[in-house]
């Protein structure tokens, strides 16, 4: 059993940063892959971001390279988002996810075995 704890969501301007944390629990963090979804209101859940379990591949939504990081911390079992230039089309809830069974990361939601309780990013205008 895995467990995602997400961290870092608030309010910020347009234009403004933040970064997401996502703590995991297990013993064999740099064999899960890693995953960030967002959910806004009314929408389905989409790939934001995903990174392999040695951080050595990533890859991005079109709608958010070049202004989101995602990086990892195998030491400290932490994923995290760096979300600079925000807009206001990026208020969501972004959730973390975790595949233990590949460390290769998917764009697909059913690709991940694990999810965090979400946390509130919103961007006002």
């Known amino acids: 059993q895995v467990q995602l704890v997400e961290s870092g969501g608030g309010l910020v301007q347009a234009g403004g940063s933040l970064r997401l944390s996502c703590a995991a629990s297990?013993?064999?963090?740099?064999?899960?892959?890693m995953g960030w979804f967002r959910q806004a209101p009314g929408k389905e859940r989409e790939f934001t971001g995903g990174i392999s379990g040695s951080g050595g591949f990533t890859d991005y939504a079109d709608s958010v390279k070049g202004r989101f990081t995602i990086s990892r911390d195998n030491t400290k079992n932490t994923v995290y988002l760096q979300m600079n230039s925000l807009k206001p089309e990026a208020t969501a809830v972004y959730y973390c996810?975790?595949?233990?069974?590949?460390?290769?990361?998917?764009?697909?939601?059913?690709?991940?075995?694990?999810w965090g309780q979400g946390t509130q990013v919103s961007v006002s205008s």
């Open positions: 996810a975790a595949n233990s069974a590949s460390f290769i990361y998917s764009t697909s939601r059913t690709g991940y075995n694990y």
């Open positions: 297990g013993r064999t963090f740099n064999r899960y892959s």
